[in-house]
Every structure is written in C-alpha cells, then in structure tokens.
C-alpha cells in the first residue's frame, strides 16, 4: 500500500524582487524582508510548468517570506488517501512551503497496527516540524496558517471566526456523516447507505456555510484564509459523489472553483491521483501517485 518512496516537494529559494511584506510568523526568527514566488517544481513524472499567471500571487495578508535560515523540515505522515490532511497541504502549498509526505512503515519502521501505539492520541496524521511532532488536525492547520501567513486579521476575533468556519467544515467529516470513508473507503451497500445518509444533513450545512461567505470572495474577506481549505476539501468530496451537490448555491461554487484555481494550490491538486476504484481513470497521461 506504501510501496511509493515518500515524496518531498520542494520549491526554489526565495527572490527579492516582488515587493515588501509584513512577516507574519514568531517575532524570535529573522525574516527576509521581502515576498517571494517561486516556481514550483513538481516530481519529474509531472514537469508541466508552473503558468506565468500564477507565479507571483500577493495577498492582503501575504505569505511570510522564507527565514534566512530555511523553512523549517515538515514531514506529514499518513495514509494514501484525500482526507485529514488535505486543507493541511492545500495551506503549505499555497505559501510553496516545502514539505515530506512519508508513509508510516518508513516514519515508524513498523505497520499501522503496530504504529497506532507510538501515536500521542493513537492517530494519524501526524506532522513533524524539525523533528517534533504535531498532532491533532486543528493543531497542524494552524500552525501552518500561522507559517504561511494564512491567519486573518490582527486582532483575536478575525481568527476567532476563522476558527469558527474551520470547525463547520469539519464537523463534514466527524460521525455519522464522515464524508472521507465515503469516497475513500466504503463501496457497494455501504457506501450507498452512507452516502444518503450523508445528503441527509448536508444541504442544511451547506447552506448555512453560504450563508456565512454571502458575497465574499473567501470566508473572511477578499484574501484566503486557512478555514477556506478546509470547506474547500469537503466542499469538494461532495461534488466527487454528487456534481450537482452545490448547485442550490452559487456563490459556493464560485467559492470552489476560486479556491482551487489559487497558485500553488492548483499545481497541487493536479498532481493528486484517483481517490477511489469507482472513480474513472483519468484521461491521458496517468497522473503521479503521491504517497
């Protein structure tokens, strides 16, 4: 299941030619002053490059430069499929921080079932920043948006209601409704029973969510916030089992559409293999699989 060495992406140093931004991350560390947008690279089995509209993307509330010292070694340590740690690498990648995807038998040295005892609260994923590790997905979103640049506002009430969307977001993917196994597990009886029952109580969750963007470009404003990946991800593991799932609403597929065109974030979602057997192959050259 693991037999993928782990992959690294990683991303050029960075440039001083795009302007002055305002760090955002431990005043203790020291910053370059500038911006940056480097071009990603990509594995070698998927070499498009990056496109000259995307490659210098400036927010209100920038991504924080690279320290002179390097971004610090992350390492995400979970199972081949689209589910806790997806908002997590949709944040890093938007900020083309680099980051290690490493499977458990090559983190722990051992199975899952043997792993789950080395686990803090006996789960994954687990993330690792410069050997220490994070875990809990709350946890690892935020420290990335903090890393990136991706926490809005400068007072604690703008990230207070991030936090707030966060947590709506995931509450699609806690029991009963876990949409993850949906698409990434179950199939045949169960996954059609699950799946109704998933439709169930979505429609009014969503809505509530549209109701909360209104005529924003993202949750808290005109920039991305870390929240928005986190919708996103859900946003988008529904439409994989119904594509007309957001129809009632228009400014959530604006939403979608808008989040998963960001910089970086493209180029990460188009290197992601198939989710599920019952999903069809992809058309054309097959895409990298990332473990």
């Given at each position: 299941f693991f037999s993928s060495p782990s992959t690294m992406y990683s991303f050029p140093s960075a440039s001083p030619s795009y302007g002055l931004v305002s760090p955002r991350f431990d005043a203790s560390s020291v910053f370059s002053a500038y911006s940056y947008a480097p071009t990603l690279a990509l594995p070698t089995t998927y070499a498009a490059p990056m496109p000259t509209a995307y490659a210098a993307p400036m927010f209100?509330?920038?991504?924080v430069p690279a320290p002179l010292t390097g971004w610090p070694k992350i390492k995400i340590v979970y199972f081949k499929v689209r589910a806790k740690t997806e908002a997590?690498?949709?944040?890093?990648?938007?900020?083309?921080?680099?980051?290690?995807?490493?499977?458990?038998?090559?983190?722990?040295?051992?199975?899952?079932p043997e792993a789950k005892a080395l686990c803090a609260f006996g789960q994954l994923p687990v993330m690792e920043v410069d050997g220490k590790p994070i875990y809990q997905?709350?946890?690892?979103?935020?420290?990335?948006a903090k890393l990136a640049g991706l926490v809005p506002g400068e007072g604690f009430l703008d990230a207070a209601y991030a936090d707030s969307v966060y947590e709506a977001a995931v509450e699609m993917s806690n029991s009963p409704?876990?949409?993850?196994?949906?698409?990434?597990?179950?199939?045949?009886?169960?996954?059609?029973?699950?799946?109704?029952?998933?439709?169930?109580s979505?429609?009014?969750?969503?809505?509530?969510l549209a109701k909360q963007l209104g005529e924003k470009d993202y949750f808290c404003g005109s920039s991305p916030a870390y929240c928005d990946f986190a919708v996103w991800h859900?946003?988008?593991?529904?439409?994989?089992l119904e594509p007309t799932a957001l129809d009632a609403h228009p400014n959530m597929q604006s939403f979608h559409t808008r989040v998963g065109?960001?910089?970086?974030?493209?180029?990460?979602?188009?290197?992601?293999?198939?989710?599920?057997?019952w999903q069809p192959e992809p058309?054309?050259?097959?895409?990298p699989v990332v473990p």
């Open positions: 209100s509330y920038p991504a997590l690498k949709m944040i890093l990648s938007a900020s083309r921080i680099p980051y290690e995807e490493v499977s458990v038998e090559d983190y722990f040295g051992v199975g899952w997905t709350g946890a690892q979103c935020r420290y990335a409704t876990n949409i993850n196994p949906i698409v990434n597990i179950y199939s045949g009886e169960k996954f059609e029973a699950e799946k109704a029952a998933f439709f169930e979505f429609p009014d969750k969503l809505a509530n859900h946003l988008d593991m529904a439409l994989l065109g960001l910089p970086g974030v493209q180029e990460y979602l188009a290197a992601r293999p198939p989710v599920h057997p058309e054309g050259e097959a895409l």
